[in-house]
């Protein structure tokens, strides 16, 4: 059973352009949790999603991010109009009932 | 107050030594908690889960502390590869999973 993914491992961005992270869960797990961890800083909850259905997005900006989990395919992450202050790394982790999480390894997110 | 607090360290101690770590938390209705690895560049792994009974996983042992408000992890006989950035987390009974800012543990040789 493979982990989880995420792609890509690192992203470098120019401001103004748009990023998209990529998870792909466990398989069998329903449940994606996306975090943003900055340098020094502890992970900070972004948004939580079930299968085509985004739970609690109460951690993400309003503007400029969104997050999708669809029926087939992997979690996407989208920042539109990065900025120098979106630097940082992304994890996803997912979970089979909402409680243990298994984490990927992180998008690594640099914006000059 | 921040939800979840920890000493960030450095906590530098010997290899075989034994190292404690505490973490407070601010929201008394939290439910769950645990204790998660993170290495440098890498993603968190759980460690432990803590119950409320205490429990020990080989050379780790949480604790829960209800009244006090706090979890710690002991680490025995610490080894080389213990160095890490050790992540306290508290759920607050949904899906909400509070995240510590860490401590870091080098073992020396």
Redesign the interface.
Known sequence: NAGVMQNPRHLVRRRGQEARLRCSPMKGHSHVYWYRQLPEEGLKFMVYLQKENIIDESGMPKERFSAEFPKEGPSILRIQQVVRGDSAAYFCASSPDGETQYFGPGTRLLVL | RKE?EQD?GPFNVPEGATVAFNCTYSNSASQ?FFWYRQDC??????LMSVYSSGNEDGRFTAQLNRASQYISLLIRDSKLSDSATY?CVV?LGT????????TRLKVLA
Request: hydrophobic content about 25%; cysteine-free.
């Open positions: 979840v960030p769950s560049r890498k993603e968190p792994k759980l992540l759920n899906y909400k999973y509070i995240f510590g800012t860490g």
